[in-house]
Protein backbone atom coordinates (compact mmCIF):
# COMPACT_ATOMS: atom_id res chain seq x y z
CA UNK A 1 0.00 0.00 0.00
CA UNK A 2 1.26 3.27 -0.93
CA UNK A 3 1.17 6.44 1.26
CA UNK A 4 2.01 9.58 0.44
CA UNK A 5 2.35 12.90 2.83
CA UNK A 6 3.26 16.11 1.77
CA UNK A 7 4.74 18.93 3.92
CA UNK A 8 6.58 22.54 3.69
CA UNK A 9 3.71 24.72 2.07
CA UNK A 10 3.71 28.03 3.01
CA UNK A 11 3.04 31.84 2.08
CA UNK A 12 6.39 33.55 0.96
CA UNK A 13 7.06 36.86 -0.88
CA UNK A 14 7.83 36.54 -4.29
CA UNK A 15 11.83 35.58 -5.06
CA UNK A 16 11.63 33.65 -2.08
CA UNK A 17 12.01 30.05 -1.71
CA UNK A 18 10.23 26.62 -0.25
CA UNK A 19 11.58 23.08 0.20
CA UNK A 20 8.19 20.43 0.19
CA UNK A 21 8.69 17.26 1.16
CA UNK A 22 6.48 14.12 0.27
CA UNK A 23 7.04 11.12 3.12
CA UNK A 24 6.57 7.99 1.07
CA UNK A 25 6.29 4.01 1.86
CA UNK A 26 6.07 1.28 -0.82
CA UNK A 27 6.82 3.55 -3.84
CA UNK A 28 9.67 1.12 -5.31
CA UNK A 29 8.91 1.02 -8.98
CA UNK A 30 7.33 3.69 -9.55
CA UNK A 31 7.31 7.55 -11.19
CA UNK A 32 7.51 9.94 -8.13
CA UNK A 33 5.71 13.54 -9.42
CA UNK A 34 5.15 16.47 -7.74
CA UNK A 35 1.79 18.78 -9.26
CA UNK A 36 0.08 21.77 -8.78
CA UNK A 37 -3.57 23.04 -8.82
CA UNK A 38 -4.31 26.76 -8.82
CA UNK A 39 -8.01 27.82 -8.36
CA UNK A 40 -10.19 27.08 -11.27
CA UNK A 41 -7.21 25.51 -13.22
CA UNK A 42 -6.64 22.53 -14.12
CA UNK A 43 -3.59 20.01 -11.90
CA UNK A 44 -0.22 20.56 -13.67
CA UNK A 45 2.78 18.13 -13.86
CA UNK A 46 5.47 20.06 -11.89
CA UNK A 47 8.06 17.84 -11.85
CA UNK A 48 8.85 13.80 -12.00
CA UNK A 49 11.78 11.34 -11.08
CA UNK A 50 11.28 8.64 -13.70
CA UNK A 51 11.95 4.48 -12.76
CA UNK A 52 15.76 5.19 -13.74
CA UNK A 53 16.22 8.45 -11.67
CA UNK A 54 15.89 10.74 -14.41
CA UNK A 55 13.82 13.92 -13.79
CA UNK A 56 11.78 16.21 -15.99
CA UNK A 57 10.49 19.61 -14.89
CA UNK A 58 7.49 21.76 -16.77
CA UNK A 59 8.77 24.42 -18.85
CA UNK A 60 7.40 27.55 -16.58
CA UNK A 61 9.72 26.05 -13.26
CA UNK A 62 13.00 24.63 -14.92
CA UNK A 63 16.20 26.11 -13.85
CA UNK A 64 13.87 27.47 -10.54
CA UNK A 65 12.75 23.73 -9.34
CA UNK A 66 14.68 21.05 -8.47
CA UNK A 67 12.96 17.19 -7.50
CA UNK A 68 15.33 14.97 -5.40
CA UNK A 69 14.94 12.05 -3.28
CA UNK A 70 16.29 11.33 0.38
CA UNK A 71 19.47 8.75 -0.27
CA UNK A 72 18.92 6.81 2.82
CA UNK A 73 15.07 7.51 3.22
CA UNK A 74 12.05 7.06 1.14
CA UNK A 75 11.32 11.02 1.48
CA UNK A 76 11.00 13.10 -1.76
CA UNK A 77 11.64 16.36 -2.42
CA UNK A 78 10.79 19.73 -4.22
CA UNK A 79 13.05 22.68 -4.06
CA UNK A 80 11.50 26.06 -5.22
CA UNK A 81 13.52 28.81 -5.62
CA UNK A 82 12.35 32.49 -7.18
CA UNK A 83 9.31 31.62 -6.36
CA UNK A 84 6.90 34.08 -8.86
CA UNK A 85 3.26 35.16 -7.94
CA UNK A 86 2.06 31.97 -10.56
CA UNK A 87 3.63 29.34 -8.54
CA UNK A 88 0.45 29.69 -5.85
CA UNK A 89 -1.58 26.61 -5.77
CA UNK A 90 -2.03 23.44 -4.29
CA UNK A 91 0.85 20.83 -5.00
CA UNK A 92 0.25 17.46 -4.60
CA UNK A 93 2.68 14.11 -4.73
CA UNK A 94 2.06 11.32 -6.62
CA UNK A 95 3.20 8.01 -7.36
CA UNK A 96 2.58 7.02 -10.94
CA UNK A 97 3.67 4.56 -13.53
CA UNK A 98 1.89 1.78 -12.20
CA UNK A 99 -1.52 0.79 -11.77
CA UNK A 100 -2.94 2.16 -9.26
CA UNK A 101 -1.98 5.60 -9.10
CA UNK A 102 -1.64 7.45 -5.62
CA UNK A 103 -1.87 10.70 -4.65
CA UNK A 104 -1.15 12.31 -1.30
CA UNK A 105 -3.40 15.39 0.05
CA UNK A 106 -1.78 18.26 -1.29
CA UNK A 107 0.27 20.88 0.50
CA UNK A 108 -0.71 25.02 -0.24
CA UNK A 109 1.95 27.40 -1.47
CA UNK A 110 1.00 30.86 -1.51
CA UNK A 111 3.38 33.29 -3.15
CA UNK A 112 2.70 37.30 -2.87
CA UNK A 113 3.87 39.81 -4.97
Known amino acids: QVQLVESGGASVQAGGSLRLSCAASGTSGYCLRWSRQAPGRRREAVAT???????MYSDSVRGRFTIFKDGTREVFYLQMNNLKPEDSGMYYCAALCRAPNYWGQGTQVTVSS
Open 49 to 55: IDTDGSA
